[in-house]
């Protein structure tokens, strides 16, 4: 994976934790959390336990990001994720099955710095292309300003729709939702700003 310029879902994710030895996140689950055996239980691997977790989050979070790519439901929302090829079930809806998408390690840097940068340093670095172009990332926040970047993101979501619920997802699904009403461009994603409000949540 280390020089490809493009992953699926799984391999992005296992790629950006240092996992690919586990090859599917099926694989990776059951060496961290092994089934039970008939002579007794196995103990879930403590540290690799940890990583299945974070690794399950990122992925859900992404499957709803390529959702939002492909069929964002009318909305105007660009997605940072450059998705190079994915596929329809054949059942009459063409309905999409994320799992199968392409999507490049660039974009897939750009979605996820907001929330990791050490990850997304991870996907441009690794990539020779990138690297050519001397691509840079931006400045990162020291603590402090984070936390008032953080806080201002809070308040300006409040007062956008007039109170959150406290339920990150949905309260940064409404804030877009109202940025799209009043005809001004997303700044961010929904997984991204939800990460924000999560974070001044708690």
Request: aromatic share 8%.
């Amino acid at each position: 994976m280390k020089w490809k310029t493009a992953l699926g879902p799984e391999d992005a994710v296992l790629f950006m934790l240092g996992l690919e030895e586990y090859e599917s996140m099926e694989r990776l689950q059951l060496a961290a959390d092994p089934v039970p055996l008939s002579e007794g239980f196995n103990e879930p691997h403590e540290g690799l336990f940890e990583k299945w977790e974070i690794a399950c989050q990122i992925h859900d979070s992404l499957m709803d990001e390529i959702f939002l790519a492909v069929d964002g439901d009318g909305i105007s929302y660009i997605s940072p994720l450059e998705i190079i090829s994915i596929t329809r079930k054949d059942d009459g809806f063409g309905s999409l099955m994320p799992e199968t998408a392409l999507i490049t390690k660039k974009s897939l840097a750009e979605w996820i710095y907001p929330m990791d940068r050490f990850l997304a340093e991870k996907l441009y670095t690794q990539n020779v292309d990138l690297v050519k172009k001397n691509v840079q990332l931006p400045i990162d926040l020291n603590k402090k300003a984070e936390n008032s970047y953080i806080n201002t993101i809070y308040a300006l979501s409040e007062a956008l729709i007039d109170g959150l619920t406290g339920h990150p997802h949905s309260d940064a699904a409404a804030v877009l939702k109202a940025l799209d009403l009043k005809g001004i461009e997303r700044p961010i994603g929904e997984a991204a700003l939800a990460n924000y409000l999560k974070k001044a949540f708690n």
